[in-house]
């Protein structure tokens, strides 16, 4: 904690996994889960640069877009990080075209309760097509993994994976 003051982060290892603990609010918590091999270079390039725009107003246009959505609610910033593509070797290839627009989508019509949400999303593309694990404060999305999933995913014979962390702020 900076000043006892949230956000806190706490990490640790089990076996082959780095945890990293966000408290984001007194009461508001998220696990985040890194092959320990890439672990702090993921959670560097990808969840920090988010908090430290989001939290401690360092915002940097290149890690992080900032944008507001309007809800029948009010209005809501989005600061979204880096999408992080890991592939065994070549260029990393593309991000689908629709990606942002459709978890805009969601994220305009999802029941928010509180005034801070925290979306994780992971997609790894191999053979079998694009499979999703996407979190929205810890609990799967299957309706937006599915959205996803349908997406324009390129495979050209090699696997790869995408992380992305998004934060969801009331105001």
């Known amino acids: 904690?900076?000043?006892?003051l949230c956000p806190a982060i706490r990490a640790h290892t089990a076996g082959r996994l780095l945890y990293v603990e966000l408290q984001l609010t007194s009461g508001r918590r998220v696990t985040e889960l890194y092959p320990v091999r890439n672990a702090l270079r993921s959670f560097r390039d990808g969840v920090f640069p988010v908090l430290l725009s989001a939290f401690w107003h360092r915002h940097n246009p290149g890690l992080v877009t900032r944008q507001l959505i309007n809800r029948s609610d009010g209005p809501w910033q989005i600061f979204t990080g880096l999408y992080l593509r890991q592939v065994h070797e070549g260029e990393?290839?593309?991000?689908p075209y629709l990606l942002?627009?459709?978890i805009?989508?969601?994220?305009?019509q999802e029941r928010l309760e509180s005034d801070m949400h925290w979306l994780s999303i992971g997609v790894a593309v191999d053979q079998d097509g694009p499979s999703?694990?996407?979190k929205l404060d810890g609990a799967r999305q299957p309706?937006?993994?599915a959205r996803v999933r349908a997406l324009d995913w390129i495979y050209d014979g090699r696997d790869y994976t995408l992380r992305n962390a998004t934060l969801v702020v009331r105001g």
């Open 100 to 102: 942002f627009e459709t």
């Open 104 to 108: 805009e989508a969601f994220l305009r």
């Open 143 to 145: 309706i937006l993994e």
């Open 1 to 4: 904690m900076v000043d006892g």
């Open 132 to 134: 999703a694990d996407i």
């Open 92 to 95: 990393r290839p593309p991000v």
